[in-house]
C-alpha cells in the first residue's frame, strides 16, 4: 500500500512560482513511475507531468517549459516546480503513480493564481 500526501499550494500572482511536493510512504517509491495530475473546477482530471523511474520526463503541452518535475527517491518525494503561472493554472494538484491507482490518490493541494 502507497500513501501520498501533497503539499505546498497556495495562492499566488500570474506569473508567480510555486514548488509542490508529494511524499510516498513505502519501500518501493522508487520503482514507480510518479505523475502530477490537477482538476479545475467543471474539468476532468488531467496528466500534468510525469516522470518514469529512470528519470525521464513527460508533460502536457500546455505546462511545458513552465513546470519541471523532479522525484529525490532517498526521500521518497516528487516534486513539481511550476513558475509562470497562469490563471487557467488554478486547480487542485495531486500525484498518484503513472499510469494511476485510484487507490492512491490523496487529498491533493489547492492552487490559485490570481491577482
Known amino acids: 500500500q502507497v500513501q501520498l500526501v501533497e503539499s505546498g499550494g497556495g495562492l499566488v500572482q500570474p506569473g508567480g512560482s510555486l514548488r509542490l511536493s508529494c511524499a510516498a510512504s513505502?519501500?518501493?517509491?522508487?520503482?514507480?513511475?510518479m505523475g502530477w495530475y490537477r482538476q479545475a473546477p467543471g474539468k476532468q482530471r488531467e496528466l500534468v507531468a510525469r516522470i518514469n523511474s529512470g528519470g525521464g520526463t513527460n508533460y502536457a503541452d500546455s505546462v511545458k517549459g513552465r513546470f519541471t518535475i523532479s522525484r529525490d527517491n532517498a526521500k521518497n518525494t516528487v516534486y513539481l516546480q511550476m513558475n509562470s503561472l497562469k490563471p487557467e493554472d488554478t486547480a487542485v494538484y495531486y500525484c498518484n503513480v503513472y499510469p494511476i491507482f485510484t487507490d492512491y490518490w490523496g487529498q491533493g493541494t489547492q492552487v490559485t493564481v490570481s491577482s
Open positions: 513505502g519501500s518501493s517509491f522508487s520503482i514507480y513511475a
